[in-house]
């Protein structure tokens, strides 16, 4: 058994007794303040001579907050690390570990078909990596079924999740895509006009009578843009239903959205070619707002209440969240109200990342490499820029650091900061 299995299957109560120590450790060994009073050969004795006037910008940044652990290179150092400060995209981190926890590193999410007479039935449970590719997967388990009778239209169930709007923004940007119980290519299109006509960017994608009208009203031109889907659980879910059709039947069939039949029998049940392992490599280091979103939504999916109004669907999942981050780290004086990011209703303190980054210290690997001595999460808003993870140190050994700026600085800021930890 590998180490991230071990750490999977380690009960609550060890991480909320370890990362408890962990914090008295903290507050014990960290310098709770930073004292820049002292000469600048001091400081530079300290903190070497490019990490001091990075510490020293941070100093004078009143909603900023910085932590490091102890290293074969220096003491351990914290400012203002117990304000509760905006974490945006680094909160990833978290719903990564939560997923870890609630799922393991191997689950499968899944995708259920139905036939009915002549209707193919699908029905979504949120998986947030289906994407064109995994279409050709599904059509070929499927053709036997298919091959037995003619199908004439798709039904499409979204009863999964309720029209959720979990911090969308109004831009058309993918980033800003909402969330749904069945939704392709992270609810967004790739798009092209060629010869005054719309097509799809994508040569896996066929395009649709959905996706030209979207790109018509946008004013698609000559370079490829992809965007998100402007509608809600209806639009998700027809247009799903239009590529798929156009992918296995080669046209468009009729589609109608309602629930599926009770007497329908289950043909086929889809699970992702991608484990949650690969989900979430590829949400860290893309920033993927949809996939962030999904899942916390999906922890707070109840199967007991299947007609789960929007509101009760997000206040679960809030409740999920808040509750297990309590009971694995001993938070106090914290809110995380999306998965991604997104809200500004979410803060945390430089403290409470570092024990998260702790315990997540086995699955280190799955956060984006910026170079061979840097692993982290960036995070950025209007106003906030954001980092956290872990940096090797001279000695070889990976350790942890935060940086919250809810200020508006250089974007290059967060990276040398790290890459001096190292100095």
Request: proline share 4%; with cysteine; glycine share 6%.
């Amino acid at each position: 058994m590998n180490i991230q299995s071990t750490q999977a299957l380690c009960p609550r109560t060890f991480f909320r007794i370890k990362n408890r120590l962990i914090t008295a450790l903290i507050s014990v060994f960290c310098v709770l303040s930073i004292s820049m009073s002292a000469s600048a050969a001091n400081g530079s004795d300290q903190f070497g001579s490019v990490l001091a006037p990075l510490v020293e910008k941070i100093k004078h940044s009143p909603k900023s907050s910085v932590m490091v652990e102890a290293s074969a290179d220096r003491a351990a150092f914290a400012l203002r690390e117990n304000d509760a400060l905006l974490p945006a995209s680094t909160l990833k981190i978290l719903t990564a570990y939560l997923a870890i926890q609630r799922w393991g590193l191997d689950h499968r999410f899944v995708t259920d078909f139905y036939i009915d007479r002549h209707t193919l039935w699908i029905k979504g449970y949120g998986d947030p990596y289906l994407v064109s590719e995994e279409l050709i997967l599904i059509q070929v388990a499927l053709q036997p079924y298919l091959e037995k009778q003619q199908i004439t239209r798709i039904g499409v169930d979204t009863s999964a999740f309720p029209d959720v709007d979990l911090g969308r923004g109004d831009s058309d940007n993918p980033y800003d895509a909402g969330n749904a119980a069945l939704a392709l290519n992270f609810n967004s299109i790739n798009l092209v006009r060629h010869q005054d006509q719309v097509v799809s960017a994508e040569s896996q994608t066929p395009i649709t009578s959905l996706a030209q009208q979207i790109g018509n009203e946008m004013g698609i031109g000559a370079k490829a843009k992809r965007v998100s889907l402007p509608g809600g659980r209806d639009m998700s879910a027809r247009y799903f239903a239009e590529v798929f059709s156009a992918q296995v039947f080669n046209t468009e069939l009729p589609i109608i959205i309602g629930q599926v039949p009770v007497t329908a029998p289950l043909v086929y049940q889809h699970a992702n070619s991608k484990n949650l392992e690969q989900v979430l490599v590829a949400m860290l280091k893309y920033s993927n707002n949809f996939i962030a979103n999904q899942l916390f939504l999906m922890m707070g999916t109840d199967p007991s209440q299947p007609q789960i109004t929007a509101s009760q669907l997000v206040t679960n999942a809030h409740q999920y969240v808040m509750e297990t981050s309590k009971q694995a780290f001993g938070w106090d004086h914290y809110e995380v109200v999306d998965g991604a990011g997104l809200s500004r209703n979410n803060y945390l303190s430089a403290q409470q990342m570092m024990v998260l980054l702790d315990a997540f210290r086995p699955w280190r690997y799955l956060l984006p490499e910026r170079n061979s001595h840097v692993q982290a999460k960036t995070g950025t808003l209007t106003g906030v820029r954001t980092y956290a993870g872990y940096y090797r140190d001279s000695a070889d050994q990976w350790k942890t650091f935060v940086l919250m700026m809810n200020e508006q600085i250089a974007w290059r800021f967060r990276y040398a900061f790290a890459d001096a930890l190292r100095e």
